[in-house]
Structures are given as structure tokens and as C-alpha cells.
């Protein structure tokens, strides 16, 4: 193994401080199953009222939005139901209110009663959802919609995903921004001893759904990457014992090396567009950035400070790069032209710097800092200013935005006791604003979260 490949902690801790020889790498699996997730046949607009019921993020953060939910019945109807509720309740922005109204106009008296000021009203029959979102103080539909599914044996799947999509829908209609919750999680699962574990690629639905392994396990694994604009992972994979980046197409299961540089390439990242791809590659004692034209295959480097340059993330218009580096002595955060060039620092705060990730919206960097504190993940404006830290704990790393930059999903570990005992990893999800943090279920441990766009 090369000297500075390791996923042990204190290896990490070297990483963020002292030593240029301790990268966080991974490694990575064979074998590949492509899971797609059920297509909705049909969605059919049926009509809009032009009165917008919008509500600022911000005030919906001080005073969450009372909507009625209602029960869209039996069987598929529970699903829906319970899908929904919880979608809009987590994101700490909404207040359900259960109710079993009915599928036609509401009695908008008693809801606004109740306080409402949204009503949801709905239907599930066979393949065909409907639902309609009313302004509860106005009386008007503000949206009205049909969802046809396939029947094809996964019918509870195809509801969570309408159930999902509706979700969306209110939560832009009533906030004014796109909504998120019909994505997916890539990830790295984690089984057996600490001391030798078996890390498998996985996917799952953003709320824990759904999960899926995408490796047996024969190789580690580890920062698989989502392509912003199609179903493919970008990830690091140790296969024969050889620590190199692949991609794989989720739906037809293709893999390939991108690159195949004499060093170890590790840390992948997609371009905006999802033409390119950036990644670190070991060079003597260091790394630079290179990145690999996935048309063409051509290489180009971008990087050549001798110091070890990894980590990085292109800003959401394509035009800049940024990147951690210890080439002032202590890893630190650093912005390039995507071109390469001169790079500037950004991060002057105590401690070390790592894993930056630029927000979709373009106004913040995630981060991870490293100091006598432990650890912390935050975020600043790209030009260093407005540092917060958002949460702290024995571990926090792998930061990841979802697709309209207002949460972020990351890891969380616990200590480990001896032989072991006591250790966790777990996927958290935080809103930027460091309000509403949750815990991901998921069936093993779990590390290195991506999150994809919408619609995936």
C-alpha cells in the first residue's frame, strides 16, 4: 500500500495537521448491480391558481407551516400518507397536520381554525394518484396534479417516489425553492471489525429507502461522487490492489478506470456540466490536481506545488476550483481558476482545513476543520469570510449539499473503545443555517454520503 494511503483516524488527524504523508483515500469494490428506480409513466398538470401561497425559508424556519396531510387510504394510501408526513416534517420547515379530508373541495373555516395555511387533498386508486395543494386562508387551489404509475410489481416503490415528487411540489410552491426530496444518497457501507472491515458501494433513497449495494465487498471502498447531470458514480477503487479512480453507469453497470495515471488517483469530483472530472494523483511524496475530459480521455494537470493538493470542488458555474492543500505548512483551503494557475487561501481560522465542497447556490464552501477542539464541519463565503461552524463532534467529515444547497448530508463517527467497542458512523443531515440535525437510518454503518441531484 502506498505510505500515505490509510482510513484509520489517526492517519486522518495527520492529514489535517502536521504530515504531507497521510491522505484520506479509499478503496474500492468489484462487482456492480444497477439499480434504477421505478419511472413514473405519467404526470399530468390539471390546473394551477395563479395566487402563490410563498413563505421565505427563513420565516418558515421561526414559524414552520401548518399543513393538513391527508389520509390517502388503505394499502398504497398508507404508504403516500406516511411518505409524505414525513417529508415535509423533517425538513423542520413544515407542520403537519393530519386530517382525513376529503378528495374534493376542503372546509377551509375549520382548517384555518385549526391554524392551516395550507390544505393537501388527494386520492389513490390503482396506478393513479391525485392530489391537489389549496391556500387554506384564500380558498384557491395553488396546485392540482395526476400521477399515473406502472404496475409492475413494485407499486410501493412507485408510490414513494409520487409521494416524494409531491413533496417537491409543495415545498417550491410554498417556499419558492426547488425542493429535494426526490433524490438519492451514495454512500460506503461499512461491516465486520473495525480493524478490517468490508466497505461496499450503496444507494439509497434520501430518506433511507430503498438501499441497495452496488459491490460485494471484495474491494474497499470509498468518496463515490454522483455525476450532476447522470446516473453514474465517480468513486476510488483499490481493485487488484492498485488504488485508482473508476466510473460506473448505474443503469447499465459499466465500469471504467478514468485515466490511468502511473500515481494513485483518488478524491473525484464532476465538473458542473458532468464533462469532466477533477481528482488528486499522487506525485513522489505529494499530489496534484488533474483533471480527465470524459469525451476525449485526455489529461490535464492543474496543479504543481509539491505539496499535497486534494479535495477538489468546482464552483456551480464551472469557472473555479477550490481545494485543500498543505502547501503553507498546515492544510488549508485554496481558490484556482478551473484552468489551473494561481491559487489564493480562503481559510485563516485555527486549525486545519479539508474537504471543501461548494454549495449548488453558489454563496458558501463546506468544510471540514480539524483543531484541539476535534472536529467541525462548517461552511464560509468563497472568499473566507462569514466562517460558521455548524456542528461538532468526534468525527464529522464528507460534507455533501443537497440539490438547492439548503441541507447538507455528512458522516458522523464515535469514538472507538477497545477492540472496537463503542464505534459509529453514521450519515447525519444538517440545514445550513447548523438548525436540524438528523440521523439517516441505515442497515449498516455507513461513511462518505453523495447527494444526488434531483430527479435521479
Known amino acids: 500500500m502506498h505510505p500515505i494511503i490509510s482510513d484509520q483516524k489517526t492517519d486522518l488527524l495527520r492529514d489535517f495537521t502536521v504530515t504531507r504523508r497521510s491522505i484520506l483515500y479509499g478503496c474500492v469494490a468489484s462487482g456492480i448491480i444497477a439499480v434504477p428506480l421505478p419511472s413514473v409513466l405519467a404526470q399530468t398538470p390539471q390546473d394551477s391558481a395563479t ?23 388503505a394499502d398504497t394510501g398508507v404508504v403516500l400518507t406516511q411518505v409524505l408526513t414525513n417529508d415535509l416534517n423533517n425538513t423542520g420547515l413544515f407542520r403537519v397536520i393530519s386530517s382525513t379530508s376529503p378528495t374534493s373541495t376542503p372546509d377551509f373555516a375549520s382548517y384555518k381554525a385549526m391554524g392551516a395555511r395550507a390544505i393537501v387533498t ?24 395526476a400521477y399515473s404509475m406502472s404496475n409492475s410489481g413494485a407499486i410501493n416503490q412507485d408510490v414513494r417516489r409520487v409521494a416524494h415528487m409531491i413533496g417537491d411540489v409543495i415545498y417550491e410552491r410554498m417556499l419558492g425553492e426547488k425542493g429535494y426530496f426526490n433524490t438519492r444518497i451514495a454512500y460506503v457501507s461499512q461491516t465486520g471489525r473495525r480493524s478490517n472491515p468490508t466497505k461496499r458501494l450503496a444507494i439509497m433513497d434520501y430518506d433511507g429507502a430503498n438501499n441497495r449495494f452496488l459491490t460485494d465487498g471484495k474491494w474497499l471502498v470509498l468518496t ?22 473508476y466510473l460506473f453507469d448505474l443503469q447499465s453497470g459499466r465500469q471504467q478506470i478514468l485515466g490511468d495515471f502511473n500515481g494513485i488517483s483518488f478524491a473525484p469530483r464532476f465538473s458542473p456540466d458532468g464533462s469532466k472530472v477533477v481528482m488528486s494523483v499522487t506525485r513522489g ?11 476525449s ?24 476550483i477550490v481545494f485543500s492543500s498543505d502547501r503553507g505548512g498546515r492544510q488549508q483551503l485554496y481558490i484556482m481558476s478551473a484552468a489551473g ?11 486545519s482545513y479539508a474537504n ?38 468526534f468525527t464529522v467529515e464528507s460534507p455533501s449539499f443537497c440539490s438547492n444547497g439548503r441541507v447538507m448530508v455528512f458522516c458522523n463517527q464515535s469514538a472507538a473503545g477497545v477492540g472496537g467497542s463503542g464505534f459509529s458512523s453514521s450519515i447525519h443531515s444538517i440545514d445550513v443555517t447548523g438548525c436540524n440535525e438528523r440521523s439517516i437510518p441505515t442497515s449498516t454503518f455507513a461513511s462518505g454520503p453523495s447527494w444526488s441531484p434531483s430527479n435521479t
Request: one cysteine or more; aromatic letters at 8%; a neutral charge.
Open 285 to 295: 511524496a505529494g499530489s496534484d490536481i488533474f483533471v480527465v475530459d470524459l469525451g
Open 51 to 73: 395566487g402563490a401561497a410563498e413563505i421565505t425559508v427563513d420565516r418558515a424556519r421561526n414559524e414552520p407551516i401548518p399543513i393538513v396531510i391527508p389520509d390517502f387510504g
Open 297 to 320: 480521455g485526455s489529461k490535464r494537470q492543474l496543479t504543481s506545488s509539491g505539496a499535497i493538493d486534494t479535495s477538489p470542488c468546482y464552483s456551480p458555474d464551472g469557472s473555479q
Open 341 to 351: 494557475g494561481d491559487a489564493h487561501r480562503i481559510s485563516y481560522g485555527n486549525g
Open 224 to 245: 463515490p461522487r454522483f455525476s450532476p447531470v447522470s446516473n453514474q458514480i465517480a468513486f476510488m477503487s483499490y481493485v487488484n490492489n492498485r488504488p485508482r479512480v
Open 356 to 393: 471543501p465542497v461548494w454549495s449548488p447556490r453558489g454563496d458558501v464552501i463546506a468544510f471540514v476543520r480539524i483543531g484541539s477542539g476535534g472536529f467541525s464541519l462548517g461552511v464560509m463565503a468563497p472568499d473566507g469570510t462569514g466562517e460558521r461552524i455548524l456542528t461538532q463532534g
Open 122 to 145: 388527494g386520492s389513490v386508486a390503482g396506478g393513479r394518484v391525485e392530489f391537489r395543494l389549496w391556500n387554506a386562508l384564500t380558498g384557491q387551489q395553488i396546485q392540482g396534479t
